[in-house]
């Protein structure tokens, strides 16, 4: 398997060779030790309180579409790509040249957009790697890149991180997907099983190592970088009725294809190591050409039909 340079094990120990920008070494470091960066003051905070003031327009410009999607505690599902409706969002990403200087640093290539999620609340979701849903070919070309748009403390549910947990060795994901699905059987796009059974054996796997779990309460305008293979989630929330604006930003080098389950439990398998999707650009940086916005993966929309 051809992994890239920043899963080395010596990886810290080349960075002078590779020409690590000064500005940004400390932040590396700490992202090949911990397996997240984490970037204050990346954006102010007048432009975090701007989108989410530009959010509140666009749900009142498509508010019969989105009403039906508040929960019982007055908040959205996840919307993902919503970057592609409200374009202003993708300021958290072309106007962040610190978090950008890392991403194209390690990846050793441009950092382009895949896909992302608009979150108006903590997500509480468990410890997971994403990569099981961003496979790319060859593998590991993939960051989480995080921004809170709001101030977070213990109370409106965190990011949390599995600290170091992105050392842990990869398990045997073919042998996960024999016992899953049984042995022969073609491993699907998108299986919750086998989804559980991964995840649940990394977080096994990381209380053997006595890993520590870490909540990031931050101020709003800090990014956070994460490693394809840290596990990480979202704290409970505490107080269900605060908000926790964020962005999450799903991030890869141009041209990488992003594949999931079917690619992720078959390593061995060969795919094509170029991307279908076209690329927008704008302020200097680009993000994939996708045709839908989805609401809470239920409903989607393209961008036009969105005010
Ligand atoms: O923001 C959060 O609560 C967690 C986000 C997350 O885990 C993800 O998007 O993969």
Redo the contacts with the bound molecule.
């Keep these: 398997m051809q992994l890239p340079w920043f899963m080395e094990h010596n990886a810290r120990e080349t960075l002078s060779k590779r020409g690590c920008p000064p500005h940004i070494r400390p932040i590396v470091e700490g992202f090949l030790e911990k397996g997240y960066a984490l970037i204050p003051d990346s954006l102010s905070a007048d432009a975090c309180d701007a989108l989410v003031a530009r959010f509140r327009r666009f749900e009142s410009a498509n508010h019969d579409k989105l009403a039906p999607f508040i929960g019982a505690d007055g908040h959205y599902p996840?919307l993902v790509n919503i970057h592609l409706a409200m374009t202003e969002l993708f300021d958290t990403f072309a106007r962040n040249p610190q978090a950008l200087a890392v991403q194209d640093f390690l990846f050793g290539a441009e950092t382009c957009l895949y896909t992302s999620?608009f979150?108006e609340r903590?997500?509480?979701?468990p410890l997971?790697r994403?990569t099981p849903y961003f496979c790319t070919r060859p593998e590991y070309r993939y960051f989480?890149m995080?921004v809170a748009l709001e101030d977070v403390d213990e109370e409106n549910?965190?990011?949390?991180a599995l600290e170091g947990g992105h050392l842990m060795g990869e398990l045997d994901r073919a042998a996960i997907a024999r016992e899953v699905l049984g042995a022969g059987v073609p491993v699907p796009t998108d299986s919750p099983d086998l989804w559980n059974a991964y995840q649940n054996a990394v977080t096994r796997q990381g209380q053997r190592l006595g890993l520590k779990v870490v909540n990031l309460p931050v101020k709003k305008g800090t990014t956070i970088i994460w490693h394809p293979q840290l596990p990480?989630?979202?704290?409970p929330i505490k107080d269900i009725k605060r908000t926790?604006f964020?962005f999450?930003m799903h991030t890869t080098p141009e041209g990488a294809p992003v594949y999931h389950h079917h690619a992720f439990f078959a390593p061995d398998a060969p795919f094509p190591e170029r991307a279908p999707w076209k690329y927008e650009t704008r302020d200097g940086r680009k993000y994939a050409r996708h045709p839908r916005v989805s609401f809470g993966h239920e409903k989607d929309y393209t961008p036009q039909e969105l005010a």
């Design positions: 996840r999620l979150y903590g997500s509480a979701q997971h994403d989480g995080w549910g965190p990011l949390m990480h989630g979202g704290a926790r964020s999450v």
